[in-house]
């Protein structure tokens, strides 16, 4: 059996037809859904990149791994889902993007040198690296890993200093000129490279490559898309597929902001120009064009694995790593935690047996991001690590049974680099914010500032924050103590698991080590021999 793990970024929930989106239609995940279950209220231990898939790659929190923010190292140490899967014999690979920043300051510190195998694994968050793609390969932004995606463009006549920049990522104007997909009046143009050598198509056809290249050994390949992350370019068709009276309304209210973080987050240059009609109507309907354009290729890829008999013993997820703000609440981007941002689609076919009862159905169970490394540990024939992994299997939920499920989930925000946190006067270590979401309340836990409250079965579209509302003070309260009761837990006891510890526990003290007993006959009614070692001395 081997997993097939397909990740885009930057995908919202609602821009999938399968989640009722009439909009944009996409058909080939719907098609997956209909095969498997698709899990309705998925969220996202944080909204942002880089802490969000350390989560999904190591199953544990935010606060537990540490990566708070992009480009903050996982720090050496940190088990991850590779470190999980090999001793079951199961090769763990990527293929795309991971967001990954090594730890090279606690690699050089222990002697792993990236040039080995453990050493590369370590820097590579786990995986044996078929492809890395996070994007650019310009020396101004370290870390974004576009070489062999740059070779390929180079290998098809599209040549340049950075071809990811000159054709991936510009447009022809009209005129002749060239323009950046960097600058959003862009968006509407194609881009310069062909849809059949885009990255999306590119990642496509290596993620083919990759399960080909696969011997009888199970694997699991991570699929991982960098669309439809901006820039906002698209090949053409999908550049001026859609247009602005496709778009669903924009999802705000004028004075909806009151709280100060609030405040002074929607006034910063991202949020301003997304708060604007007119750049909406431009980019929007492009960022529908890249979902277009994914679903398409997913098409393709679905169709190989029909094909190629894979269907039969390949579990096929697909998930994004957050959501895209797009103008709602008068936001661009992504980061917090509004649903447009934090929740995720997360659709998973099963192809086994026991999976068939609940195939095209629809589960609102709580769901969190890092429940998908403890459930390929568990469909490989792994042994749960709940001491590691702070997730749950979704095992049960897939087949059907009942079981007793969270009844709240987390998802952690550090916005200490962000402008925001200087304009509100937050010290960098305080600038921290928790949700807790109950499945209709989510609260919002701001250090140093009054909590936001939303009740999603009266405000769906979370437009009214009643954090300061004295009505709603229970709720603030009870969720209060939900976090407080998260925090307090166990998150970095990972060297020692349960059944280890109740039997130190029944041993009461090390093998060998007797401690204020009074004489051998104290020894004797509580059950305990003189050691050896100590009688023979």
């Not at 969220?43 to 708070?68: D, E, K, L, N």
């Amino acid at each position: 059996m081997n997993v097939l793990w397909i990740m885009a970024d930057q995908l919202r929930w609602d821009y999938l037809s399968c989640y009722g989106a009439s909009h944009i239609d996409t058909p080939n995940l719907d098609r997956l859904a209909a095969r498997g279950v698709r899990f309705n209220k998925t969220y996202v231990q944080s909204p942002i990149c880089g802490p969000s898939r350390m989560s999904f790659y190591t199953g544990r929190y935010v606060r537990s791994h540490g990566a708070t923010w992009n480009g903050f190292p996982l720090r050496v140490g940190e088990a991850t889902l590779g470190d999980h899967l090999r001793p079951l014999g199961v090769t763990c690979g990527l293929v795309g993007k991971t967001h990954m920043t090594p730890d090279r300051e606690g690699m050089a510190r222990l002697g792993l040198s990236p040039d080995t195998e453990i050493g590369a694994r370590v820097a590579e968050c786990g995986f044996d690296v078929f492809v890395r793609d996070d994007g650019t390969n310009h020396s101004d932004y370290p870390n974004r890993h576009g070489a062999d995606y740059d070779a390929y463009l180079r290998s098809h006549g599209m040549d340049g200093d950075n071809p990811w920049e000159e054709w991936a990522n510009t447009a022809e104007a009209p005129d002749g000129s060239l323009k950046s997909g960097w600058l959003l009046e862009t968006a509407p143009l194609p881009a310069r490279v062909p849809k059949e050598h885009s990255e999306t198509a590119w990642l496509t056809t290596r993620g083919i490559e990759y399960i080909e290249a696969q011997g009888d050994a199970p694997w699991l390949c991570h699929l991982s898309y960098i669309k439809p992350h901006w820039p906002y370019l698209a090949p053409a068709p999908y550049n001026d597929m859609y247009s602005a009276g496709d778009l669903p309304p924009v999802n705000r209210r004028d004075g909806e902001h009151k709280h100060p973080l609030m405040q002074a987050w929607a006034d910063t240059r991202i949020c301003r120009s997304f708060a604007r009609k007119d750049v909406r109507d431009v980019v929007a309907p492009v960022y529908m064009g890249l979902i277009k354009e994914l679903d398409d290729n997913l098409g393709r890829l679905f169709d190989y694995l029909e094909t190629s008999g894979r269907m039969d013993d390949t579990m096929v997820v697909f998930c994004s790593d957050h959501g895209d703000n797009m103008g709602d609440h008068d936001l661009g981007e992504k980061d917090l935690f509004y649903d447009c941002s934090a929740r995720i689609p997360l659709i998973v076919y099963d192809p086994r047996a026991q999976a068939d009862a609940t195939r095209g159905t629809v589960s609102d169970a709580l769901v969190e991001g890092i429940d998908l490394a403890p459930t390929f540990v568990d469909f490989f024939g792994g042994t749960a690590q709940p001491h590691v992994m702070e997730g749950r299997e979704l095992t049960p939920l897939l087949h059907g049974q009942d079981v007793e499920w969270r009844d709240h989930c987390i998802s952690e925000y550090d916005y200490a680099t962000r402008d925001a946190r200087r304009a509100v006067g937050v010290d960098q270590n305080d600038a921290r914010m928790v949700m807790v979401f109950d499945g209709r309340w989510k609260y919002v836990h701001v250090e140093t500032m009054r909590p936001m409250l939303f009740d999603l079965e009266t405000d769906p579209d979370e437009l009214h924050d009643l954090g300061a509302d004295p009505d709603h003070a229970d709720h603030v309260a009870r969720l209060r103590d939900l976090h407080f009761d998260w925090a307090r837990q166990h998150h970095n006891r990972t060297t020692r698991d349960a059944a280890t510890i109740e039997r130190m526990t029944d041993n009461r003290e090390p093998p060998g080590i007797i401690i204020a007993y009074w004489d051998e006959d104290d020894l004797a009614r509580d059950g305990r021999p003189m050691p050896a070692h100590i009688r023979d001395a």
